[in-house]
Nanobody, 113 residues
Framework: VQLVESGGGLVQPGGSLRLSCVGSGFPFSNYVMSWYRQVPGKERRVVAVISLDGGSTNYSDFVKGRFTISRDNTKNTMYLQMNDLTPEDTAVYYC???????WGQGIQVTVSS
């Protein structure tokens, strides 16, 4: 199982980023996928979850209305569109699949002026 995140980086407050997570080595379309994030010294927290076909999504309160999770099963890829970013969104973002409870390597998102 391999999950590879991309799209992170440095952005100014109020800006946007789109993260991608490409999965391989497992039947991507058969598993719920999620995004988590973690800041140093704190536990990893769920950001958003998406169902197998993308028809159902759930968000943590701290990102509702700003972030959008989606997936393209034809490309084995999950996305996280992040808008209206604030410094509090600074974290390492991870994608996760319930298949084997597998994690990506994580990607840094920094929101700063």
């Amino acid at each position: 199982v391999q999950l590879v995140e991309s799209g992170g980086g440095l952005v100014q407050p109020g800006g946007s980023l789109r993260l991608s997570c490409v999965g391989s080595g497992f039947p991507f379309s058969n598993y719920v996928m999620s995004w988590y994030r973690q800041v140093p010294g704190k536990e990893r927290r769920v950001v958003a979850v998406i169902s197998l076909d993308g028809g159902s999504t759930n968000y943590s309160d701290f990102v509702k209305g700003r972030f959008t999770i989606s997936r393209d099963n034809t490309k084995n890829t999950m996305y996280l569109q992040m808008n209206d970013l604030t410094p509090e969104d600074t974290a390492v973002y991870y994608c996760y699949t319930t298949y084997g409870r597998s994690w990506g390597q994580g990607i840094q998102v920094t929101v700063s002026s």
